[in-house]
């Protein structure tokens, strides 16, 4: 920050040695400065923006594992800490789901497979879910171009338990 000014400027230095292996006796270094201070801007402004999203948030890098979520998802799809921080592939959350039963019967592996195909696939995807606990989850998905993919959750229980009951009295 700038000594009377309220903005803040956020530099990136570099310095790198003009001979690393002394093959010129050069013992000089060049420093260089890079302004970031709107790159880190918009990344703290996306993470506000995941942090406060209303449904669970994750970003599949373009090698399929976890790159980003935020809390909700975590919560909403009921991981373990540890899974998340250990930003695993995303067959490795859909085998632990489908061996706990939330992406419905069968085998689990062969559910695990069968989602991760169609989760990998380049449209768009739609769907809505029970999970044994009950809950009813909508799940979006967008592949990005590089060949990740941003994947949306929202419990939609209570709209689904309303669609239960008017079903029953017609």
Same mark, same amino acid.
């Given at each position: +920050?700038?000594?009377? #000014?309220?903005?803040?400027?956020?530099?990136?230095?570099?310095? +790198?040695? %003009? @001979?690393?292996?002394? !093959?010129? /006796? &050069?013992?000089?270094?060049?420093? *260089?400065?890079?302004?970031?201070?709107?790159?880190?801007?918009? *990344?703290?402004?996306?993470?506000?923006?995941?942090? $406060?999203?209303? /449904?669970?948030?994750?970003?599949?890098? =373009? $090698?399929?594992?976890?790159? *980003? #979520?935020?809390? =909700?998802? +975590? #919560?909403?799809?009921?991981?373990? +800490?540890?899974?998340?921080?250990?930003?695993?592939? &995303?067959?490795?959350?859909?085998?632990? #789901?489908?061996?706990?039963?939330?992406?419905?019967?069968?085998?689990?592996?062969? %559910?695990?497979?069968?989602?991760?195909?169609?989760?990998?696939?380049?449209?768009?995807? $739609?769907? =809505?879910?029970?999970?044994?606990? /009950?809950?009813?989850?909508?799940?979006?998905?967008?592949?990005?171009?590089?060949? /990740?993919? %941003?994947?949306?959750?929202? @419990?939609?229980?209570?709209?689904?338990?309303? !669609? !239960?009951?008017?079903? !029953? $009295?017609?």
């Amino acid at each position: +920050q700038l000594p009377g #000014s309220a903005h803040r400027t956020l530099l990136r230095l570099n310095a +790198q040695p %003009i @001979d690393p292996l002394q !093959e010129y /006796g &050069l013992d000089d270094i060049v420093v *260089s400065l890079a302004d970031v201070t709107e790159t880190t801007q918009q *990344s703290e402004t996306l993470q506000i923006i995941f942090d $406060n999203f209303p /449904g669970g948030f994750a970003h599949y890098d =373009e $090698n399929h594992r976890l790159a *980003s #979520s935020n809390a =909700e998802y +975590q #919560s909403l799809l009921n991981y373990p +800490q540890d899974m998340i921080d250990q930003k695993l592939h &995303l067959l490795d959350y859909l085998r632990f #789901s489908a061996a706990r039963g939330d992406l419905g019967p069968g085998v689990p592996e062969d %559910i695990a497979q069968e989602r991760y195909r169609l989760m990998c696939e380049p449209q768009t995807i $739609n769907d =809505e879910r029970r999970t044994m606990s /009950g809950r009813f989850l909508e799940v979006r998905s967008t592949m990005l171009p590089d060949g /990740g993919g %941003i994947y949306n959750f929202f @419990d939609v229980t209570d709209r689904k338990r309303m !669609e !239960e009951k008017l079903a !029953e $009295n017609e």
